[in-house]
Antibody, heavy 121, light 107 residues
Framework: QVQLVESGGGVVQPGKSLKLSCAAS????????VHWVRQAPGKGLEWVAA????????TYAAPVRGRFTISRDIRRNTMFLQLSSLRVEDSALYYC???????????????WGQGALVTVS | DIQLAQSPSFLSASLGDRVSISCRAS??????LTWFLKKPGKVPQLLLY???TLENGVPARFSGSGSGTEFTLTITNLQPEDFGTYYC?????????FGQGTELEVK
């Protein structure tokens, strides 16, 4: 059974940092790209970042570029999102999600964690 | 960056109705389009990928069409569990953005 479990959320002051974790079971993170998506209160889904299967390539949305860093620990089958220089507008529920699809045109975010709540206040 | 625009933003419908939601891309994305249903307090549920392929376990009353820049999600015979907010997302390139969402409400 595939499971993604986020942790590390909490309340933090503006300008501070927080590190989110996404622990995977039932799948190997180094096999697929993994994404972070967030949803602020009352807002829509917003893509945040992604890391390539081999971990060498990370891409970020413009609002977080230079402040957030995505990484992973292969031995622990866990992905991380380091949130730095946090702003009030970064307050959101952060989801990690696996990008599945064996063929290029079948790419999709098919497995999601339950989310980690980050409140910047 | 590729932008996705959904319409309408809000939709009111009754049980048993047929509804359609549009998603327009700012440039050609082939069929790299997925659809999600998001309910409050729940994880986004993948409905369709590759524009028209139903995810495992999703009822056949959901269907998708389109390619290039114009896409449509159609739901027939609306059921109580279908109400919530629908999002399209492209995976053609980075950033893989989402549409702004379409809230489907019970009339």
């Amino acid at each position: 059974q595939v499971q993604l479990v986020e942790s590390g959320g909490g309340v933090v002051q503006p300008g501070k940092s927080l590190k989110l974790s996404c622990a995977a079971s039932g799948l190997t993170l180094r096999t697929f790209p993994v994404h972070w998506v967030r949803q602020a209160p009352g807002k829509g889904l917003e893509w945040v970042a992604a890391i390539s299967p081999d971990g060498t390539d990370a891409t970020y949305a413009a609002p977080v570029r230079g402040r957030f860093t995505i990484s992973r620990d292969i031995r622990r089958n866990t992905m991380f999102l380091q949130l730095s220089s946090l702003r009030v507008e970064d307050s959101a529920l952060y989801y990690c999600a696996r990008e599945g699809g064996t063929l290029t045109f079948t790419k999709r975010l098919d497995y999601w964690g339950q989310g980690a709540l980050v409140t910047v206040s | 960056d590729i932008q996705l625009a959904q319409s309408p933003s809000f939709l009111s419908a009754s049980l048993g109705d047929r509804v359609s939601i549009s998603c327009r891309a700012s440039e050609d994305i082939d069929t790299y389009l997925t659809w999600f249903l998001k309910k409050p307090g729940k994880v986004p549920q993948l409905l369709l990928y590759a524009a028209s392929t139903l995810e495992n376990g999703v009822p056949a009353r959901f269907s998708g069409s389109g390619s290039g820049t114009e896409f449509t999600l159609t739901i027939t015979n609306l059921q109580p569990e279908d109400f919530g907010t629908y999002y399209c997302q492209h995976l053609k390139s980075y950033p893989p953005s989402f549409g702004q969402g379409t809230e489907l409400e019970v009339k």
